[in-house]
């Protein structure tokens, strides 16, 4: 029988866990990811906060020895299954599995450019503008690549994430490649050697293979050619999946990649008037999508838009014709630089793929929309599929050899199943709950008395709020925005209001910040979206989650627009409303992170009291106690604050003071 051998698995791995907790909703699911594998048919399943549905989705996989790819939505729970879950489970478990983390080809460092590099030194003189050179001639960018090409000496990976130091965005672009750019191992000089590569062999040989999930839909997008054959598929963060489905099985055009293609061919070819016509039609292309950002390309193109983008695809196409007459040119002569052919081979590469997706736009089928992102000195052109599921559809579940899939969050949102494509009857769905006992543990308020978000004077009377709170939960809070300008705004019409550290998001980076925000118990974090999910404090640093508005999308977002346009008077309930709950359990969810942790959350946008739609979003937050009057907060706070949230509950749910 299947259960026994999965609960005897499950209860192996945690015993070596600390402050192992019996946890009902990780052995449910982790039984229906066992039947889910045995039977060949796709779980959908909503894990809430605390379950341990990593342990739920790797004990069934290694006790059934399935092949499995995990894709992770960030990558912060990459790194923790690669360096603290899996290593600890295999050797739990004493199954003989290998591991491997695989990313995309542009997280490692390219051999080929690093050879190039050294046998010229050519992308070492690329202009530093007014900063001053060194002994060598280098101003910092040189110096910032040489440091780098010297790395690539001794590195064994040669992953980014292995440095001890952060390059700038412009050096390691001078030393990596994107996938798009490059013409495979077999066909470069440097792929016996070549790190990415290296990485793709070892996840080919490995038993659990740890991507993110767009190099997961990349790999979709390339027909499955990046990953090798598995079994199964986990998704975890699975809400995430649609929206980064949507930019990988879609491309972009800004004028980089003109700069960038015309840079690599000069050096190739005599004449480099093509290459400077090239890098031209993309300034002009940039220059008449500048009035556009923010929203989608008319249809039909007008007259200026279409006549660059057949300019630049023209231009494009002459290049690469004269690229593959030099290439066979080169070939026909005396054996030469091998080095030399590579470069060909990758401007090729990246010409064509260029010239198709200039091609591609210039014929948009109706199933796809294009806009213009960015800030108005460098905007990109962005074309996604309205529909993913019909993409993920062709290129996942009806796919031969299609792998199980495990989707899995701890807010899965409605018919997130059907908007992905999965054929109806595939599939099972199931809700395992939380460990937690919220109602025990948790307060929800939302103060009526103050104004609707969007009258002039909410953001003031939300500031005065705040302090109020802050004091009352003795610092020990993480504020979340909805915006950068919001974000700002309160840290300094707050800063001197209170005597608790109160940090930012533009402090420090994520990790650094979140780690200093825990160690100082009594600080206060202000952040914006991308501290909604994926930070996890637990304990009495963390005793009060506040939420400014409630995060519905941008109304003038082009791909909804264009979804709710193909949906019509339906399409607030089926866009707007279920991403909106979505992201704000992920807030809230911030919070209660253990059986010990106690706290409130406090949303200040007065919609989710009194809006028509407001029980869609209060169902799908944890069952929390739910109040309006600030006296109730401040009572629940009273004696976390006094004792550190470490006393034991009194009869009515709070800590007595110790």
């Given at each position: 029988?299947?259960?026994?051998?999965?609960?005897?698995?499950?209860?192996?791995?945690?015993?070596?866990?600390?402050?192992?907790?019996?946890?009902?909703?990780?052995?449910?699911?982790?039984?229906?990811?066992?039947?889910?594998?045995?039977?060949?048919?796709?779980?959908?399943?909503?894990?809430?906060?605390?379950?341990?549905?990593?342990?739920?989705?790797?004990?069934?996989?290694?006790?059934?020895?399935?092949?499995?790819?995990?894709?992770?939505?960030?990558?912060?729970?990459?790194?923790?299954?690669?360096?603290?879950?899996?290593?600890?489970?295999?050797?739990?478990?004493?199954?003989?599995?290998?591991?491997?983390?695989?990313?995309?080809?542009?997280?490692?460092?390219?051999?080929?450019?690093?050879?190039?590099?050294?046998?010229?030194?050519?992308?070492?003189?690329?202009?530093?503008?007014?900063?001053?050179?060194?002994?060598?001639?280098?101003?910092?960018?040189?110096?910032?690549?040489?440091?780098?090409?010297?790395?690539?000496?001794?590195?064994?990976?040669?992953?980014?994430?292995?440095?001890?130091?952060?390059?700038?965005?412009?050096?390691?672009?001078?030393?990596?490649?994107?996938?798009?750019?490059?013409?495979?191992?077999?066909?470069?000089?440097?792929?016996?050697?070549?790190?990415?590569?290296?990485?793709?062999?070892?996840?080919?040989?490995?038993?659990?293979?740890?991507?993110?999930?767009?190099?997961?839909?990349?790999?979709?997008?390339?027909?499955?050619?990046?990953?090798?054959?598995?079994?199964?598929?986990?998704?975890?963060?699975?809400?995430?999946?649609?929206?980064?489905?949507?930019?990988?099985?879609?491309?972009?055009?800004?004028?980089?990649?003109?700069?960038?293609?015309?840079?690599?061919?000069?050096?190739?070819?005599?004449?480099?008037?093509?290459?400077?016509?090239?890098?031209?039609?993309?300034?002009?292309?940039?220059?008449?999508?500048?009035?556009?950002?923010?929203?989608?390309?008319?249809?039909?193109?007008?007259?200026?838009?279409?006549?660059?983008?057949?300019?630049?695809?023209?231009?494009?196409?002459?290049?690469?014709?004269?690229?593959?007459?030099?290439?066979?040119?080169?070939?026909?002569?005396?054996?030469?630089?091998?080095?030399?052919?590579?470069?060909?081979?990758?401007?090729?590469?990246?010409?064509?793929?260029?010239?198709?997706?200039?091609?591609?736009?210039?014929?948009?089928?109706?199933?796809?929309?294009?806009?213009?992102?960015?800030?108005?000195?460098?905007?990109?052109?962005?074309?996604?599929?309205?529909?993913?599921?019909?993409?993920?559809?062709?290129?996942?579940?009806?796919?031969?050899?299609?792998?199980?899939?495990?989707?899995?969050?701890?807010?899965?949102?409605?018919?997130?199943?059907?908007?992905?494509?999965?054929?109806?009857?595939?599939?099972?769905?199931?809700?395992?709950?939380?460990?937690?006992?919220?109602?025990?543990?948790?307060?929800?308020?939302?103060?009526?008395?103050?104004?609707?978000?969007?009258?002039?004077?909410?953001?003031?009377?939300?500031?005065?709020?705040?302090?109020?709170?802050?004091?009352?939960?003795?610092?020990?809070?993480?504020?979340?925005?909805?915006?950068?300008?919001?974000?700002?705004?309160?840290?300094?019409?707050?800063?001197?209001?209170?005597?608790?550290?109160?940090?930012?998001?533009?402090?420090?980076?994520?990790?650094?910040?979140?780690?200093?925000?825990?160690?100082?118990?009594?600080?206060?974090?202000?952040?914006?979206?991308?501290?909604?999910?994926?930070?996890?404090?637990?304990?009495?640093?963390?005793?009060?989650?506040?939420?400014?508005?409630?995060?519905?999308?941008?109304?003038?977002?082009?791909?909804?627009?264009?979804?709710?346009?193909?949906?019509?008077?339906?399409?607030?309930?089926?866009i707007d409303l279920p991403r909106a709950a979505t992201l704000l359990a992920q807030g809230v969810g911030r919070l209660i992170r253990t059986r010990s942790d106690r706290g409130v959350v406090a949303v200040f946008d007065t919609r989710l009291g009194k809006a028509s739609y407001r029980w869609t979003l209060v169902n799908s937050l944890p069952p929390m106690r739910r109040t309006r009057q600030r006296s109730d907060v401040e009572a629940f706070l009273a004696p976390l604050s006094a004792v550190g949230?470490?006393?034991?509950?009194?009869?009515?749910?709070?800590?007595?003071?110790?």
């Amino acid at each position: 029988m299947l259960d026994p051998e999965i609960d005897a698995a499950l209860t192996r791995a945690t015993s070596v866990l600390a402050q192992h907790e019996d946890r009902p909703s990780q052995l449910d699911m982790a039984r229906a990811v066992g039947r889910a594998i045995r039977d060949r048919r796709h779980l959908v399943v909503q894990a809430g906060t605390g379950t341990g549905k990593s342990l739920a989705y790797l004990v069934p996989a290694l006790r059934l020895g399935t092949r499995v790819v995990v894709s992770t939505a960030t990558k912060a729970l990459q790194d923790q299954l690669a360096k603290r879950d899996i290593p600890k489970l295999i050797e739990s478990l004493g199954i003989p599995a290998e591991y491997a983390v695989l990313k995309g080809r542009s997280n490692y460092i390219c051999a080929q450019r690093v050879a190039e590099i050294a046998g010229g030194d050519e992308q070492l003189t690329i202009p530093d503008g007014a900063a001053p050179p060194d002994q060598s001639g280098l101003g910092p960018l040189g110096r910032e690549i040489r440091r780098l090409t010297e790395w690539a000496g001794s590195a064994e990976t040669g992953d980014r994430a292995d440095l001890e130091w952060e390059p700038s965005p412009t050096a390691w672009a001078q030393v990596s490649i994107t996938a798009r750019d490059c013409p495979g191992a077999s066909r470069c000089p440097s792929g016996g050697r070549c790190f990415a590569e290296a990485a793709r062999q070892r996840a080919a040989e490995a038993d659990v293979i740890i991507v993110n999930t767009h190099l997961y839909a990349t790999s979709l997008a390339s027909g499955g050619e990046i990953l090798p054959l598995h079994d199964l598929v986990v998704f975890d963060e699975a809400h995430e999946l649609e929206d980064i489905a949507s930019g990988s099985l879609g491309f972009e055009i800004g004028a980089g990649r003109f700069q960038a293609l015309a840079r690599s061919t000069r050096p190739l070819v005599e004449d480099a008037s093509t290459a400077i016509a090239v890098e031209e039609a993309g300034l002009l292309l940039t220059e008449t999508l500048r009035d556009g950002v923010g929203s989608a390309l008319p249809r039909p193109l007008d007259g200026t838009t279409q006549e660059r983008l057949n300019l630049a695809r023209e231009r494009v196409t002459r290049l690469a014709a004269e690229v593959r007459r030099e290439l066979r040119a080169d070939s026909a002569g005396e054996p030469g630089d091998s080095g030399a052919k590579a470069r060909f081979l990758r401007v090729q590469q990246a010409a064509g793929h260029l010239e198709r997706d200039l091609g591609e736009l210039l014929e948009l089928s109706d199933s796809k929309v294009a806009w213009v992102e960015g800030p108005d000195h460098s905007p990109v052109l962005k074309v996604a599929p309205i529909d993913v599921g019909a993409e993920m559809a062709a290129r996942l579940w009806n796919a031969e050899s299609a792998p199980t899939a495990i989707l899995t969050s701890a807010t899965i949102p409605p018919r997130m199943a059907e908007r992905l494509g999965v054929p109806s009857g595939s599939y099972e769905e199931l809700d395992v709950g939380s460990p937690f006992d919220f109602d025990e543990q948790a307060l929800l308020y939302c103060p009526l008395h103050l104004p609707d978000p969007r009258d002039p004077g909410y953001e003031a009377a939300m500031h005065d709020e705040l302090v109020l709170l802050i004091e009352a939960a003795g610092g020990r809070t993480l504020a979340l925005f909805t915006s950068w300008r919001a974000m700002n705004a309160a840290a300094d019409a707050l800063r001197s209001r209170i005597r608790w550290p109160l940090l930012t998001q533009s402090d420090l980076p994520k990790p650094a910040l979140v780690e200093k925000f825990t160690r100082d118990e009594h600080s206060c974090l202000f952040a914006t979206m991308g501290f909604w999910q994926g930070v996890d404090v637990p304990g009495s640093a963390l005793s009060l989650v506040t939420i400014d508005r409630l995060p519905f999308p941008r109304p003038d977002d082009p791909l909804l627009r264009a979804r709710r346009a193909k949906l019509g008077p339906g399409a607030f309930s089926l866009i707007d409303l279920p991403r909106a709950a979505t992201l704000l359990a992920q807030g809230v969810g911030r919070l209660i992170r253990t059986r010990s942790d106690r706290g409130v959350v406090a949303v200040f946008d007065t919609r989710l009291g009194k809006a028509s739609y407001r029980w869609t979003l209060v169902n799908s937050l944890p069952p929390m106690r739910r109040t309006r009057q600030r006296s109730d907060v401040e009572a629940f706070l009273a004696p976390l604050s006094a004792v550190g949230g470490t006393s034991e509950p009194d009869v009515r749910g709070n800590r007595k003071p110790g």
